[in-house]
């Protein structure tokens, strides 16, 4: 058995982060502020806006045949490509996840072989351990950081004295969120101040947010600081990016 003093650990080093965010805000921009050489695993097809950075590559899976793809190309990466880069991202999860039960649904049959065009119900289990097994393996890969990209959906939570809320989350399927942002060290949600246009990530945890930061003490991050600043224990003061429609307020009632 082999046994690390927590007195040996660096904050911040081969650290693993969410971030999420309607499509279109700039989570996939975000990326070009790590720090060295990064690979970017091309999901969603919106790597366009790397464009000229020097230090990104980018390689496409084939969303027509996710699971396979995925296995075969990020067993090539884990097997030739450790090593080279110092970051690896996922752009993006929520696509994946549609991806996937996209090609369930294509190959779905009745009993009769008519085309369904459904996913069923044993597909949906199977990608809940298939998603986070994926993530598992991705962040055992040592001496790289690992960043993943969402878009956001909401999901109502209740409080201990019994207020309903409705919170902003990664957009994964719901019985398995939780357990994938328990993988990151970092989860953070991009918001954009409706007064000045600047974006930021809101890192600190509230009943209208899902957020989370296990690498510093900062509440809130600018794109460009996000990577680079990782580790301080002191916050770095800034301009709070108003959270808008995420403040928290009682969710109206579900209909049907």
């Known amino acids: 058995m082999e046994i690390q003093h927590a007195s040996d650990l660096k904050r911040g080093t081969d650290f693993t982060a969410l971030i999420y965010a309607q499509p279109g805000t700039g989570k996939t921009s975000t990326l070009r502020y790590l720090t060295g050489k990064t690979l970017v695993v091309d999901i969603d097809r919106t790597t366009n806006v790397l464009a000229g950075s020097p230090n990104i590559d980018i390689v496409k899976l084939d969303t027509k045949h996710p699971l396979e793809g995925a296995r075969s190309l990020l067993l090539e990466i884990s097997r030739g490509y450790q090593g080279v880069y110092d970051n690896i991202a996922i752009d993006n999860l929520s696509e994946f996840e549609q991806a996937w039960l996209g090609e369930k649904a294509n190959e779905s049959k009745t009993k009769s072989g008519a085309d369904m065009g459904i996913p069923q119900m044993n597909d949906y289990n199977q990608l809940g351990f298939y998603l986070p097994d994926m993530i598992r393996f ?104 108003p959270n808008g429609p995420s403040q928290p307020g009682p969710a109206s009632p579900r209909k049907g």
């Open 138 to 241: 991705i962040n055992s890969w040592p001496g790289v950081n690992k960043v993943y990209t969402a878009w956001e959906t909401t999901r109502q939570i209740e409080t201990p004295s019994g207020q309903t809320f409705n919170q902003f989350t990664p957009q994964i399927r719901e019985k398995i969120v939780t357990n994938v942002m328990g993988l990151m060290n970092l989860v953070g949600r991009m918001v954009i101040s409706d007064k000045t246009g600047q974006r930021g990530f809101i890192l600190h945890p509230s009943n209208a947010v899902f957020a989370k930061n296990q690498l510093d003490d900062r509440k809130f991050a600018l794109p460009e600081d996000l990577f680079t600043k990782i580790g301080g224990d002191v916050d770095v003061s800034t301009s709070p990016v």
